[in-house]
T-cell receptor
Framework: GAVVSQHPSRVICKSGTSVKIECRSLDFQATTMFWYRQFPKQSLMLMATSNEGSKATYEQGVEKDKFLINHASLTLSTLTVTSAHPEDSSFYIC???????????FGEGSRLTVL | GENVEQHPSTLSVQEGDSAVIKCTYSDSASNYFPWYKQELGKRPQLIIDIRSNVGEKKDQRIAVTLNKTAKHFSLHITETQPEDSAVYFCAASFVAGTALIFGKGTTLSVSS
């Protein structure tokens, strides 16, 4: 089946540094990818919709300058958490829509811990 | 925008019993309603979905019902097993493949 890979799966960083998370569709093209954030014991909250070749669309309350999203190719979207702080510690999950079938697939998630 | 409410937040059943989780949504334009099972630290796994042109769908022990008029849909798990224990999320979107709005989740515990 179709696979969406996220990297890294876990990252620990110091407060004030920036962290980049990659989301790749391994065997299909994805015009659209979505980024979610999930705090412990909470639901998945949509952060932004990433469209290949254009600017991401952010949900209300999500700071676009803090969470930089780039979708430069049909198989890769990146989320950069800039100047990370402990409150940014969370599980970040991407999902990708297969362009040809419309099916949605989730990545494995990336656990960010900011010290 | 869309808002999805999910109840109950926790559900404990005995092995072999049935479990029912209910969700309501606010946007009448939503047409796609998937259910996901998520184990701790893992990605959500799609277990069943339903589209607005269908009222009920069944896959072995799992069934989903949809009432578009009332804007609610439910997940039914029969003959529950301990391995069904997980967090279950309902979600809604305009069409399959577009952004999903999730409910808050239900922690299902099945005791043997």
């Amino acid at each position: 089946g179709a696979v969406v890979s996220q990297h890294p799966s876990r990252v620990i960083c110091k407060s004030g540094t920036s962290v980049k998370i990659e989301c790749r569709s391994l065997d299909f093209q994805a015009t659209t990818m979505f980024w979610y954030r999930q705090f412990p014991k909470q639901s998945l909250m949509l952060m932004a919709t990433s469209n290949e070749g254009s600017k991401a669309t952010y949900e209300q309350g999500v700071e676009k300058d803090k969470f930089l999203i780039n979708h430069a190719s049909l198989t890769l979207s990146t989320l950069t958490v800039t100047s990370a702080h402990p409150e940014d510690s969370s599980f970040y999950i991407c999902s990708a829509t297969a362009t040809n079938t419309g099916e949605l697939f989730f990545g494995e998630g990336s656990r960010l811990t900011v010290l | 925008g869309e808002n999805v409410e999910q109840h109950p937040s926790t559900l404990s059943v005995q092995e072999g019993d049935s479990a029912v989780i209910k969700c309501t949504y606010s946007d009448s334009a939503s047409n796609y309603f998937p259910w996901y099972k998520q184990e701790l630290g893992k990605r959500p796994q799609l277990i069943i979905d339903i589209r607005s042109n269908v009222g009920e769908k069944k896959d072995q022990r799992i069934a989903v019902t949809l009432n578009k008029t009332a804007k609610h849909f439910s997940l039914h798990i029969t003959e529950t097993q301990p391995e069904d224990s997980a967090v279950y999320f309902c979600a809604a979107s305009f069409v399959a493949g577009t952004a999903l709005i999730f409910g808050k989740g239900t922690t299902l515990s099945v005791s043997s």
